[in-house]
């Protein structure tokens, strides 16, 4: 495995993780304030934490 094939697993790793800690408390929050349900905010708020995590990880550079 090269080096760049390493960098881009440990950002996507760290974009999952930052997804799952933001997602799940606010998207638990969110669904039971907007839609009284409080799985379908934590489904929610995974799905677009993870989005954003590894969005903003594959932004980054490391140089």
């Known amino acids: 495995m090269s080096e760049d094939e390493s960098r881009a697993e440990d950002e996507s790793s760290n974009g999952i993780a930052i997804g799952l800690a933001i997602g799940i408390p606010l998207g638990g929050?969110?669904?039971?304030?907007?839609?009284?349900?409080?799985?379908?905010?934590?489904?929610?708020?995974?799905?677009?934490?993870?989005?954003?995590?590894?969005?903003?990880?594959?932004?980054?550079?490391?140089?």
């Open 29 to 63: 929050v969110a669904g039971l304030l907007l839609f009284d349900n409080f799985g379908l905010g934590v489904a929610l708020g995974v799905t677009f934490g993870i989005l954003f995590g590894v969005t903003l990880g594959s932004g980054r550079k490391k140089s």
